[in-house]
């Protein structure tokens, strides 16, 4: 089992950027493939980006490809998306779950609790 929880959340003007950081607890964390959903108010959470246990291999949301990049630091049980170019739209909670692979929510067994990014325009 792991424990995630994301960090590096807030308020951004449009254009700006933040980079989130989700922190696993426990010795397996190289051993689960990890990814980023995000939810908007009124919305179903949606899919972002997703790496494999290596990170050798990542996909993302056409909404966020060449602006946001997954990475991961197995040493210190980190994984992070650094959004760039923000927009408005990109206004969500986001997540970050592992045991999956993929854009279906389903498919991923731990979830963290989340951090608010707002996007002012």
């Known amino acids: 089992q792991v424990q995630l929880v994301e960090s590096g959340g807030g308020l951004v003007q449009a254009g700006g950027s933040l980079r989130l950081s989700c922190a696993a607890s426990?010795?397996?964390?190289?051993?689960?493939?990890m990814g980023w959903f995000r939810q908007a108010p009124g919305k179903e959470r949606e899919f972002v980006a997703a790496i494999n246990r290596s990170g050798s291999d990542t996909i993302y949301a056409d909404s966020v490809k060449g602006r946001f990049t997954i990475s991961r630091d197995n040493a210190k049980n980190t994984v992070y998306l650094q959004m760039n170019s923000l927009k408005p739209e990109d206004t969500a909670v986001y997540y970050c779950?592992?045991?999956?692979?993929?854009?279906?929510?389903?498919?991923?067994?731990?979830w963290g609790q989340g951090t608010q990014v707002t996007v002012s325009s």
């Open positions: 779950a592992a045991g999956g692979w993929g854009s279906i929510s389903s498919w991923y067994s731990y």
């Open positions: 426990g010795r397996t964390f190289s051993s689960y493939n």
